[in-house]
């Protein structure tokens, strides 16, 4: 069982940026994470994920170049570092974990995720 805690969310203005992090209970060095938000009224979707055997990473289109996944296996904590906001960014971010890499981008890939942290971005 793996428990997750995001933090970091906040206001920022459009431009800005921000790092958000989840701290896990259990060891995620062997496994794989994803970012995932959900905005007011919209499904859940794929943001970021990163492979654990190779630590190739992945992006959902609309952040590709703007934000990076990037993990401690140290200190149990995924990064999700978040430059050039803008205001359509605003949602609940959630991290996950992956347990078994059959995919990366559906939010039944994964088994355990986190309570979720309000990132607000105004215009």
């Known amino acids: 069982q793996v428990q997750l805690v995001e933090s970091g969310g906040g206001l920022v203005q459009a431009g800005g940026s921000l790092r958000l992090s989840c701290l896990a209970s259990g060891r995620i060095s062997t496994y794989a994470m994803g970012w995932f938000r959900q905005a007011p009224g919209k499904e859940r979707e794929f943001v970021a994920a990163?492979?654990?055997?190779?630590?190739?990473?992945f992006y959902a289109d609309s952040v590709k170049g703007r934000f990076t996944i990037s993990r401690d296996n140290v200190k149990n904590t995924v990064f999700l570092q978040m430059d050039s906001l803008k205001p359509e960014d605003t949602a609940v971010y959630y991290c996950a974990v992956n347990t078994i890499w059959r995919g990366y981008d559906s939010a039944n890939d994964y088994a355990y995720w986190g309570q979720g942290t309000q990132v607000t971005v105004s215009s």
């Open positions: 990163r492979r654990r055997s190779d630590g190739s990473t």
